[in-house]
């Protein structure tokens, strides 16, 4: 083998490793069109295999520490936060109360059940174990894959809202592109006055909101939820709260900052939505029996039903 | 064979181990082990044909655990290697000063270079302005803080798994007609 490569003269491997790049490149790029597009292959898949347990080690030390440390800040004011949350719930459950008997009464009860049960998936639960290798993209590594029914397209959200979506699986590895990533588009709505737009990843903490029209009114504070209308993510997902609107003077659209529902440097437990949707079907494959029925069920890794718990606002 | 090996597992680790550190490290500060591995590979490395399979493998398997396109950080990776190698045999480029220099340089060159495919491939970032350029100027910062420990790391490679000789490649000199 050592006289293989040494008889490998230096430009044959140079232009054979850049016509290789350039090739991967272009197949990677259009092969999410591709209907078979499934798992990673096992030489592939065994780099995101063996990257699990060892960013599960080398972040278990600094993980006790920061664990720790939160658990001591969040008790500092426990108390006073307790009493808030327990005046808050008295006052939501009284205004839930009013609106079911509202709605009791109006008989429109069986129809908002009906669209819930097109709303409720199966999420599997995961562990962030390690974000990606190069700070110029923004993704995530969770620790379970398509043994656990999990498929690229799959969306993965926290109880805060969005964070993005399942790229590549292996059989105990997924990779996630966040919503920060430049590659991430979501089309979205502003919840107050269902304004359009669309929510852009541009690689730092925030995300863009362009391609509101220039008449909408868009104010600092207003919410921004996904739109359903991607095909990717569920209607009504948070995505983040707009912080800046820019005016751009002679343009027909105007544009604004978002600052992100989830708190991506503090991300550890994420919910995978065991749902691809119809664009994703479309882009990474839809040949393979609906997803949650092939899932595993491993110890710490239960299927979890979301039934009567939406996952975010 | 041995030193092939040895590297790439280094390498695969190395990558690996900043996945970690990525958690605790905002990331234009965090710095890229894979990258400076291949510069620092590319001032020692014995010939250029192995050394770029090397880098070859290195870079697919970045791609991998990176969001990257496949083969996206392969091929810059490649032409880092061919530089380093380039400018190693030009220059010494060993000495910690020069070295954090280089690959600082290098490393900035291969943000804007990154950012350029990336916006080819999936269109203009929206909502972006200059701050890409900051994140990288940053982030080179980083790497070349860090690319001394790197090379010192590569250097107690070379000298354990192939002995002192090879670490120690010579700088060609060469004389021109009129010298002397």
């Known amino acids: 083998m050592p006289g293989f490569l040494k008889s490998l003269s230096a430009p044959i491997a140079f232009g054979g490793l850049i016509i290789l790049a350039v090739v991967s490149m272009v197949a990677d790029r259009t092969g999410r069109l591709d209907p078979d597009r499934q798992d990673l292959p096992w030489w592939q898949g065994v780099l995101l295999e063996m990257a699990i ?10 993980n006790a520490v920061l664990q720790s440390w939160n658990s001591y800040v969040d008790l500092v004011d426990v108390r006073a936060e307790n009493e808030g949350l327990r005046l808050r719930v008295a006052e939501l459950e009284e205004a839930n109360l009013q609106f079911r008997e509202a709605l009791v009464a109006s008989g429109h009860l069986e129809r908002i059940a009906a669209m819930r049960d097109d709303f409720e998936v199966p999420m599997q639960p995961s562990e962030v174990v390690g974000l990606d290798v190069s700070p110029f993209f923004r993704s995530v590594l969770v620790d379970r894959g398509s043994r656990h029914g999990i498929r690229p397209g799959s969306p993965v959200i926290t109880d805060e809202g969005v964070v993005g979506v399942v790229t590549r699986t292996s059989p105990h590895a997924a990779k996630t592109m966040l919503v920060l990533d430049r590659q991430s588009r979501v089309d979205a709505v502003i919840q107050r006055n269902r304004a359009r737009g669309m929510v852009s990843g541009n690689g ?51 544009s604004a900052s978002l600052k992100p529902a989830v708190d991506f440097g503090r991300l550890e437990q994420v919910f995978v939505m065991l749902r691809v949707g119809p664009t994703m079907e479309l882009l990474y494959g839809g040949d393979g029996p609906p997803l949650g029925e092939s899932a595993e069920s491993e110890a710490g890794g239960d299927i979890v039903d979301t039934a009567g718990s939406p996952p975010a606002s | 064979m041995r030193l092939f090996l040895s590297f790439l597992l280094i390498g695969v680790l190395l990558m690996i181990s900043q996945g970690a550190l990525a958690r605790w490290l905002p990331p234009p500060f965090c710095p890229d082990f894979g990258l400076l591995l291949v510069i620092c590979l590319g001032l020692r490395w ?29 091929l810059l990776r490649v032409f880092v290697f061919a530089i380093a190698f380039i400018a190693g045999r030009q220059f010494n480029i060993r000495e910690t000063l020069p070295l954090m220099g280089f690959a600082g340089s290098v490393s900035f060159l291969y943000g804007v270079a990154l950012y350029l495919l990336t916006l080819f491939f999936i269109g203009s970032a929206a909502g972006e302005g200059s701050g890409w350029l900051f994140d990288d100027f940053w982030h080179s910062m980083a790497n070349a803080i860090f690319a001394p420990v790197i090379s010192w790391l590569c250097a107690r490679v070379f000298l354990w798994v192939v002995g002192d000789e090879a670490n120690e490649r010579a700088l060609q000199i060469r004389v021109g007609g009129g010298a002397l």
């Open chain 1, 204 to 254: 730092s903490g925030e995300l863009g909101f362009e391609f509101v029209v220039l008449g909408a009114d868009v104010q600092i504070g207003d919410r921004v939820i996904t739109s359903g209308l991607g095909g990717v993510y569920p209607k009504g997902l948070d995505l983040g709260q707009v912080t800046t609107v820019s005016d751009l003077s002679g343009s027909l659209v105007q």
């Open chain 1, 53 to 62: 347990p060892v960013q599960k080690v080398l972040a278990a030390p600094a």
């Open chain 2, 46 to 74: 014995p010939t250029l044909s192995s050394g770029l399979l090397l880098v070859g493998f290195l870079g697919f398997s970045a791609d991998l655990l990176s969001g990257s396109l496949m083969g996206q950080q392969a």
